[in-house]
């Protein structure tokens, strides 16, 4: 029996071999077809790229006709040049470094010379096209915006570039993918599958016809439509009140986690990048280090939260059972927490308990809770990891897992972070009490605030947020609808909301009131500093408003950040009751509100702060100046613009926080 074990097992791997060589030459023709390569052309057809819907089946994105003029380098015969460039309108150096580009790429693979040419350009050319041997055209189709807002939220379409093409089999030369936003996010679905036809050659390199009578080819197939969670209108009506201002707006479904909104300001058109003036337009965009049309500050930008982060400082301190609703806290006009330290209040003052400590934004009562929390343990590390531990469970200083390619952690500070901070330790809670409002080291983007409120309006929970609503055929992911759950006890989310609704009743956003619509909010004023090569520059503040409606039932959560704003009830209120208004009774009764903010523009405090950073700039030149005339050296002096990233360096220094409502 084992002698003859392994001959029987020669003999059956022989008969397989035997069999694959078989099917590989005679009934697998798909070696065959690699072989004859270049005998045969493939042709591509490029398929439409889905339709892009918002919630209500309002079409934002479809398609249009282009064509791209392709060059395979060693068919290119004697050209008329001159009358080839005067069609196309491009120079001579133009044409001679398009066809060396494409040389390097491959002298005999077919890649783009000119792209995205409409039906106007390309009709002048496609009457002459058989002149020109090497020379063929692809027709494809280019986004077709319906719609001249959204642009942070769709991206926009590009060329394949050569590492991802060695990267991904699936993309060709100057085959077109979806970068940034939704394009980006649902590319596999959106793009759809490419067709391809096999042509026959002669020895002449002519075309004969289709190979094997078309055996092998495939058809195009559609991208797939999708619907986002988006509402068309309240997107429209949140980028027209952010005009002439920088910041975001983020607007969430708290029962479901869809995104309503998401408003970054300065934004663009659309329509701008797409066609032949793509690439112009887009290096305009990227170089404007400024207003930074590019940057979507609803998921990137990270803010000191101000006064909203109070609602959190009362739900853990409640949680931790160091306060309950009639814990009664003295408030003149501020908070002497340690020595020689006071932190300013704008409250009315006298004794105040949780209600009053909300609707009147008060700083005093807000520390004095941080502090219990942070003193109920022995040790101060331990107890800013139980602090922090609770704020992470609404999503805090992580990202979120929404479905757009894009996104800052923001931070939530742990024991970790204040031992670097403070190598040598012996810091307590009245090192860090400027964390009870907002002003500490805690940094949170716009979404993670509106993520906050919707998860108050549901007391307790939230469903991650994202923007896909809708794709035919394929469910939406699990991750999408699941339930994730605070630390915090669902009990104690009630007199906090009480008191949120009392903001606009008998507090600080009393004047944003909305006739008919109970709305839960709180105002928030951010202190807003940088350092320009090392000098500490005070900026205006930031405006804050985070709030949900209605009160009972909550339809919409949002959070509006305005940079350089001022008070929370002056610019970022107004627009949070807006933009509520518009989205639960399509019109608008407060129309002095909309009057306002539609005339109002910080151009100018933006103007004043880039001179201010010129000025800065100025100072450091003279500085190394002099320090050259002294040392004969140059001294080194860092420098950057960046306000996002000279924020985190200022929240790592040891001055003396800052405090505002």
Same mark, same amino acid.
């Given at each position: 029996?084992?002698? +003859?074990?392994?001959?029987?097992?020669?003999?059956? $791997?022989?008969?397989?071999?035997?069999?694959?060589?078989?099917?590989?030459?005679?009934?697998?023709?798909?070696?065959?077809?690699?072989?004859?390569?270049?005998?045969?052309?493939?042709?591509?057809?490029?398929?439409?790229?889905?339709?892009?819907?918002?919630?209500?089946?309002?079409?934002?994105?479809?398609?249009?006709?282009?064509?791209?003029?392709?060059?395979?380098?060693?068919?290119?015969?004697?050209?008329?040049? %001159?009358?080839?460039?005067?069609?196309?309108?491009?120079?001579?150096?133009?044409?001679?470094?398009?066809?060396?580009?494409?040389?390097?790429?491959?002298?005999? %693979?077919?890649?783009?010379?000119?792209?995205?040419?409409?039906?106007?350009?390309?009709?002048?050319?496609?009457?002459?096209?058989?002149?020109?041997?090497?020379?063929?055209?692809?027709?494809?189709?280019?986004?077709?915006?319906?719609?001249?807002?959204?642009?942070?939220?769709?991206?926009?379409?590009?060329?394949?570039?050569?590492?991802?093409?060695?990267?991904?089999?699936?993309?060709?030369?100057?085959?077109?993918?979806?970068?940034?936003?939704?394009?980006?996010?649902?590319?596999?679905?959106?793009?759809?599958?490419?067709?391809?036809?096999?042509?026959?050659?002669?020895?002449?390199?002519?075309?004969?016809?289709?190979?094997?009578?078309?055996?092998?080819?495939?058809?195009?197939?559609?991208?797939?439509?999708?619907?986002?969670?988006?509402?068309?209108?309240?997107?429209?009506?949140?980028?027209?009140?952010?005009?002439?201002?920088?910041?975001?707006?983020?607007?969430?479904?708290?029962?479901?986690?869809?995104?309503?909104?998401?408003?970054?300001?300065?934004?663009?058109?659309?329509?701008?990048?797409?066609?032949?003036?793509?690439? @112009?337009?887009?290096?305009?965009?990227?170089?404007?280090?400024? $207003?930074?049309?590019?940057?979507?500050?609803?998921?990137? &930008?990270?803010?000191?939260?101000?006064?909203?982060?109070?609602?959190?400082?009362?739900?853990?301190?409640?949680?931790?059972?160091?306060?309950?609703?009639?814990?009664?806290?003295?408030?003149?006009?501020?908070?002497?927490?340690?020595?020689?330290?006071?932190?300013?209040?704008?409250?009315?003052?006298?004794?105040?308990?949780?209600?009053?400590?909300?609707?009147?934004?008060?700083?005093?009562?807000?520390?004095?809770?941080?502090?219990?929390?942070?003193?109920?343990?022995?040790?101060?590390?331990? $107890?800013?990891?139980?602090?922090?531990?609770?704020?992470?469970?609404?999503?805090?200083?992580?990202?979120?897992?929404?479905?757009?390619?894009?996104?800052?952690?923001?931070?939530?500070?742990?024991?970790?972070?204040?031992?670097?901070?403070?190598?040598?330790?012996?810091?307590? =809670?009245?090192?860090?009490? =400027?964390?009870?409002?907002?002003?500490?080291?805690?940094?949170?983007?716009?979404?993670?605030?509106?993520?906050?409120?919707?998860?108050?309006?549901?007391?307790?929970?939230?469903?991650?947020?994202?923007?896909?609503?809708?794709?035919?055929?394929?469910?939406?992911?699990?991750?999408?609808?699941?339930?994730?759950?605070?630390?915090?006890?669902?009990?104690?989310?009630?007199?906090?909301?009480?008191?949120?609704?009392?903001?606009?009743?008998?507090?600080?956003?009393?004047?944003?009131?909305?006739?008919?619509?109970?709305?839960?909010?709180?105002?928030?004023?951010?202190?807003?500093?940088?350092?320009?090569?090392?000098?500490?520059?005070?900026?205006?503040?930031? =405006?804050?408003?985070? $709030?949900?409606?209605?009160?009972?039932?909550?339809?919409?959560?949002?959070?509006?950040?305005?940079?350089?704003?001022?008070?929370?009830?002056?610019?970022?209120?107004?627009? +949070?009751?807006?933009?509520?208004? @518009?989205?639960?009774?399509?019109?608008?009764?407060?129309?002095?509100?909309?009057?306002?903010?539609?005339?109002?523009?910080?151009?100018?405090?933006?103007?004043?702060?880039?001179?201010?950073?010129?000025?800065?700039?100025?100072?450091?030149?003279?500085?190394?100046?002099?320090?050259?005339?002294?040392?004969?050296?140059?001294?080194?002096?860092?420098?950057?613009?960046?306000?996002?990233?000279?924020?985190?360096? &200022?929240?790592?220094?040891?001055?003396?926080?800052?405090?505002?409502?």
């Amino acid at each position: 029996m084992r002698k +003859a074990l392994l001959p029987g097992l020669i003999t059956i $791997a022989t008969l397989l071999l035997v069999v694959r060589i078989f099917y590989l030459q005679v009934v697998d023709e798909t070696l065959k077809l690699e072989s004859e390569n270049n005998a045969i052309k493939k042709k591509y057809e490029y398929p439409e790229r889905g339709y892009i819907y918002d919630r209500n089946g309002k079409l934002l994105v479809a398609n249009q006709a282009s064509y791209d003029i392709m060059v395979i380098p060693r068919e290119v015969k004697k050209t008329d040049t %001159l009358e080839f460039c005067q069609l196309l309108n491009i120079t001579k150096e133009d044409f001679i470094k398009k066809i060396e580009k494409a040389t390097v790429y491959s002298p005999r %693979l077919p890649s783009v010379f000119l792209s995205q040419l409409n039906k106007n350009e390309f009709a002048a050319f496609q009457e002459k096209i058989r002149k020109y041997e090497g020379f063929y055209f692809q027709k494809r189709s280019l986004r077709d915006y319906e719609v001249n807002f959204g642009a942070n939220i769709f991206g926009f379409i590009t060329q394949v570039n050569e590492k991802l093409i060695e990267k991904n089999p699936y993309y060709n030369s100057g085959d077109l993918i979806g970068k940034q936003g939704v394009e980006q996010s649902y590319e596999d679905l959106l793009r759809g599958i490419k067709g391809v036809k096999y042509l026959q050659k002669d020895k002449h390199n002519r075309e004969i016809g289709s190979y094997k009578a078309g055996k092998y080819d495939t058809i195009a197939v559609q991208g797939q439509d999708i619907n986002l969670t988006i509402d068309a209108e309240i997107q429209k009506y949140g980028e027209e009140l952010m005009i002439n201002k920088r910041g975001g707006i983020v607007a969430i479904e708290p029962k479901s986690g869809e995104i309503l909104a998401l408003v970054t300001a300065p934004s663009y058109d659309p329509g701008i990048l797409v066609g032949r003036q793509r690439s @112009k337009n887009y290096t305009k965009l990227y170089r404007d280090s400024i $207003a930074k049309p590019l940057y979507d500050r609803g998921l990137l &930008a990270e803010y000191p939260p101000g006064s909203p982060f109070k609602i959190l400082t009362g739900l853990v301190a409640l949680q931790e059972g160091v306060i309950d609703y009639n814990t009664t806290v003295f408030c003149n006009r501020g908070f002497s927490y340690a020595r020689g330290r006071f932190m300013g209040c704008h409250c009315h003052g006298g004794a105040l308990q949780l209600h009053r400590g909300i609707f009147e934004s008060c700083n005093s009562y807000f520390a004095t809770a941080y502090m219990k929390t942070i003193n109920k343990y022995a040790k101060p590390a331990y $107890a800013v990891d139980v602090w922090s531990n609770h704020l992470k469970s609404f999503g805090l200083g992580q990202f979120m897992g929404y479905d757009l390619p894009i996104g800052k952690r923001g931070l939530v500070p742990t024991s970790k972070t204040y031992k670097r901070m403070y190598p040598n330790g012996g810091w307590r =809670s009245t090192a860090i009490v =400027s964390n009870a409002i907002g002003q500490g080291e805690v940094l949170m983007t716009p979404i993670q605030l509106a993520n906050m409120m919707a998860t108050v309006a549901n007391e307790g929970y939230y469903y991650t947020p994202h923007i896909i609503k809708k794709i035919e055929g394929v469910p939406i992911e699990s991750k999408f609808t699941t339930k994730h759950t605070t630390t915090i006890d669902k009990k104690f989310f009630k007199p906090i909301i009480s008191g949120l609704f009392d903001v606009y009743n008998l507090g600080t956003a009393r004047g944003l009131r909305v006739e008919g619509i109970e709305i839960c909010g709180k105002t928030g004023t951010a202190e807003n500093s940088t350092r320009i090569g090392g000098i500490k520059v005070k900026m205006e503040d930031h =405006s804050i408003f985070v $709030a949900f409606a209605p009160m009972n039932n909550p339809k919409i959560a949002i959070a509006v950040m305005v940079e350089n704003g001022g008070y929370g009830a002056t610019i970022a209120g107004p627009i +949070a009751s807006l933009m509520i208004e @518009k989205y639960l009774r399509h019109k608008i009764t407060r129309v002095d509100l909309e009057k306002r903010i539609l005339a109002t523009s910080l151009q100018g405090r933006y103007a004043k702060l880039g001179g201010l950073s010129e000025t800065v700039k100025l100072q450091l030149k003279i500085a190394d100046s002099l320090q050259k005339l002294k040392t004969g050296t140059p001294k080194k002096v860092p420098l950057t613009t960046d306000t996002i990233k000279e924020k985190k360096l &200022a929240s790592q220094s040891n001055e003396k926080p800052k405090y505002n409502k």
